[in-house]
């Protein structure tokens, strides 16, 4: 039988791309509000309550009253806003966190999917304060380059009209430390303060990159790069989803050049080390609009539903 599929929110940049993988996925029925009705609350409560999973393609304010107006104790939600990610009756939904969170999703029936920003440092960072190597109060820094389409359509549409001089530079923003990814960013990578975290807007379409720079003198074990490289590895190595490049990366390079876009139009995530004895640099690389978004909900859904996680999913770059 059809699993019923309805997606509050249909029309925003997120909402567009959950469609198009829905699309790809047999054994779903998507149901949709017609587009004069999409403010209806009647309307919207009959589609939520009707549905098996409900995605939230929403700002925080109208997920909150959407998830208010589901009665019915069947109606699985995942959520995309920043909402309920740190809220300790919601599953974050981010699979690869450790070796129970994708039970913990599939036994869930309310998922917060992740920030953008927020799974570039938790995947990179996670492991190493788990496992020991970094300590909980170490002052983590990080920056992001990310395409244009993270920011919805009103950016996407100043963007694309390109009569502005200064948006043929990247843009940093969110400068006054406050970026709303900050909450989960600190709890899931398991410190005891947020990062501070400058993100950077540029002028490309998709593809995020979270880079960290550490110090491996305020480590609590000694380790090198490579070290790390082989930590990170062997903490994904039966993830489809997140590769963790070999620590000797020039061949992953293009001149000596890091392609921010190679994830791109996939759910893939890679991990690269970078440094020496004295210096380390982590980056995540990855599609905002795939793992960091509509790709993580899809795969969120397939765990919830019992599906093959990889449906609908695009794996290889």
Known sequence: MKQKVFVDGQEGTTGLKIHEYLSKIPNIEVIQIDSDKRKDYEARKALLNEADLVFLCLPDSASRESVSMISNPKTKVIDASTAFRTDSTWTYGLPELHKDQRNNIHHSSRVAVPGCHATGFIVAMHPLVAQGIIPIDYPATCYSLTGYSGGGKKLISEYEDLKKDQLFAPRPYSLGLNHKHLPEMQLYA????????????????????????????????????????????????????????????????????????????????????????????????????????????????????????????????
């Open 190 to 317: 398991g410190l005891n303060a947020p990062p501070i975290f400058t993100p950077i807007v540029a002028n490309y379409f998709q593809g995020d990159a979270v880079t960290i720079p550490l110090f491996p003198r305020l480590f609590k074990k000694k380790v090198t790069a490579s070290n790390v490289q082989e930590l990170l590895a062997s903490y994904y190595k039966d993830e489809r989803f997140i590769r963790v490049i070999p620590y000797d990366s020039e061949a992953y390079l293009e001149d000596g050049y890091f392609n921010l876009t190679r994830c791109n139009h996939t759910n893939n995530l890679d991990i690269f080390v970078f440094g020496h004895e004295d210096q380390i640099l982590l980056v995540s690389r990855f599609d905002n609009l795939g793992k960091g978004a509509s790709g993580a909900a899809i795969q969120n859904m397939n765990i919830m539903l019992g599906f093959d996680e990889g449906v609908g999913l695009n794996i290889e770059a």
